[in-house]
């Protein structure tokens, strides 16, 4: 089995994949605080897909943050400033492990899932806002790991500050963490409250949305605009409202479309489409990131 | 012998490569107007180049508008609406011809020029605004030829309106047909009595300088923050002022930079150079065209 794991601020997601690619068995555990915590947990739920599963050959790990020959940093969510995962993992996994951030382990899950058909870009609407770009079956990083930071594109110089120090970054208007920000009022999903705030008729709550929705049609117009994906999926925590946050997006471009025949001419609504829900895109991923790298079995025939 | 020619709007570059990739002879002419005058002249280019540096192998045509499968589509500025390019030069050049767009020809012919490592975008600042983009020696076009299309990127939602029906574009910032049109006094380089004035002190003039520079700033900016390419070569008829525009989008870089530590760490001031002034990289480019789509020679050996 090749054991793929989305390790997310709240919760862990693992899978085991068989060797057709198909997942055999899920595991669901809570995310720790601290590094310590996170080795823990990623090193439970391998142990507990392996008894599930079988004998485990690959591991595969995404996570949050910046992800550099299997260390991690800045994975703020998680209680983590630097950690060495790969080393850290060597002592307590006995199978090969890969270290992948989960933005881009979401991007090649979402692309397997598709069938590894053409492009895609997958756009993560999370607490922040990026996206992984996948062409032909590989991740396109750039030199430096950079591309798909659309988040810090502004769009609006006399839009709201961002926390990256910018005005009017598509992050700054979409991204979870500033729209719960703005919105102030503390709850498990405040992006969820603050949409049925505005649906309720609330101004303030109408104009964040409105913000959001042209801020996430914006990052796809510039992902098609830059790469040509074939499609942009849709992902992460705002995704859980699902065509509420997705239509609105399609009418956005749809409508910019009307006014450009430039833009109509790119078919950018239809290109928009949603993770499906419960969809375990970025353990997928992170699997087949650590099959890929994990040497291969010797099969000695006849 | 393998020929290259950029067809721009007022002049065609005709440039012969040795088998090296070197440049042995070059040829400029006027380019007509219309399909039939645009012909005439390419066939001429070819044979002059025949002329000067011997028997031509291959021939790559790098002309504006949209290009699939040697007929170009939109070419306004050659008075061209639709033409099957490709037909037509059949029955008056010998040599084996392929056609690309004439930024995307100049972005492999940058490229070719750097030395062919790593990626770049070639971001051009001509009538309009439009990047191509290379990683390892490949034209990246995208599923639908699309990828690279920054101009029509919106990045102030009061800003000017754009030729393509959106507010704000790149292009209506920084495109020289619409800073000619906003600047309203004829010339024969608007954009350089534009900038003259704003040296001299006129506010009209220094505004729409402004404009251009943060939109060019903002070009390089989204073409790194989604592709990741390693740099950003400006060209075009922009670049005729040289450090004039790329010192102070150099600046407006760096100054963003320092407000915001993530853009820092991705030092875009210092990825932004300048093609060298006269440099032909949109023939060479195209002449690296025509070469890898002709047929190879067969050589016999012993």
């Known amino acids: 089995m090749r054991v793929g794991l989305d390790v997310g601020g709240t919760k862990t997601l693992g899978v085991a994949m068989d060797d057709d690619d198909r997942i055999v068995a899920q595991v669901r555990t809570r995310t720790g605080w601290g590094a310590d915590a996170v080795v823990a947990g990623i090193a439970a739920a391998v142990a507990a897909l392996q008894d599930e599963a079988g004998p485990v050959r690959s591991v595969g790990v995404g996570i949050p943050g910046q992800i550099d020959a299997g260390r991690v940093t800045h994975a703020l969510n ?11 993992l060597a002592s307590v996994v006995a199978a090969p492990v890969a270290v992948e951030n989960d933005v881009k382990a979401a ?15 997958y756009l993560n609407l999370g607490t922040g806002v990026a996206a992984g770009i ?15 930071e659309v988040g810090h594109i502004s769009i609006d110089p006399a839009g709201p500050e961002c926390r990256c120090g910018q005005r009017g970054c598509i992050e700054a208007l979409a991204g979870g963490a500033a729209l719960a920000d703005r919105w102030g009022r503390p709850g498990e999903f405040p992006v969820r ?21 042209r801020a996430v049609a914006s990052a796809a117009q510039v ?12 992902g992460g925590g705002l995704t859980g409202l699902g065509e509420r946050i997705a239509g609105p997006v399609r009418e956005e471009l749809n409508s910019r479309a009307c006014a450009s025949d430039f833009l109509r001419s790119l078919r950018l609504d239809e ?6 829900a419960g969809s375990p895109a970025a353990a997928l991923g992170a699997a087949l990131v650590g099959a890929a790298s994990a040497p291969e079995e010797v099969h000695t025939h006849g």
Do not use: E, M
Not at 78 to 88: E, M, S, T, V
Not at 135 to 148: E, K, V
């Open 78 to 88: 998680l209680g983590i400033d630097d950690l060495d995962l790969l080393a850290a």
């Open 107 to 121: 991007a090649l899950g979402a692309d397997a899932l598709r069938g590894r058909a053409g492009s895609l870009a």
């Open 134 to 148: 996948v062409s032909d079956g590989r991740l396109r990083r750039g030199g430096r790991g950079a591309a798909g």
């Open 193 to 213: 409250d603050l949409f049925d705030a505005a649906d309720a008729g609330d101004p303030h709550a109408a104009s964040l949305r409105t913000g959001a929705v």
């Open 223 to 234: 992902l098609v605009l830059t790469t040509d994906v074939d499609v942009v999926v849709l």
């Open 271 to 276: 290109r928009v489409t949603l993770l499906p």
